[in-house]
C-alpha cells in the first residue's frame, strides 16, 4: 500500500500503524496539482513492484467516476 499526503510525518505513522497490524504500507509526500507528481507516484509504486488497482481519495472533492476512465485532463483542470 502507498499512502499520499502532504505532511510526512502522518503518512509514517500510519504506515508504521498497518505494517505494525500485519500489513505492508509505504509513504509518499505529494501534491497532486503539482508537475510531475503523477511520474513520481508511478516511479514509487515500480520501485516497491506495485500498481495501483484501488485509489482512495479522501481529498473531499473532485471529479466523480472512476479514474481510469475519466479524461485525465478532466482531473487536472478541476484545480484551475
Known amino acids: 500500500m502507498l499512502l499520499l499526503g502532504f505532511t510526512q510525518q502522518p503518512l509514517d505513522e500510519l504506515a508504521a500503524?498497518?505494517?505494525t497490524g500485519g500489513g505492508?504500507?509505504?509513504a509518499l509526500t505529494?501534491?497532486?496539482t503539482e508537475a510531475g507528481a503523477g511520474p513520481r507516484i508511478e516511479q514509487r509504486?515500480?520501485?516497491?513492484?506495485?500498481y495501483?488497482?484501488?485509489?482512495?481519495?479522501s481529498a473531499g472533492f473532485g471529479v466523480f467516476g472512476p479514474a481510469a476512465?475519466?479524461?485525465?485532463?478532466q482531473h487536472l483542470g478541476f484545480w484551475t
Not at 509504486?45 to 506495485?50: D, N
Not at 495501483?52 to 481519495?57: A, E, H, P, R, W
Open 17 to 19: 500503524e498497518i505494517t
Open 24 to 26: 505492508e504500507a509505504h
Open 30 to 32: 505529494a501534491d497532486l
Open 45 to 50: 509504486l515500480s520501485e516497491l513492484g506495485a
Open 52 to 57: 495501483c488497482d484501488v485509489l482512495v481519495n
Open 69 to 73: 476512465t475519466t479524461d485525465r485532463e
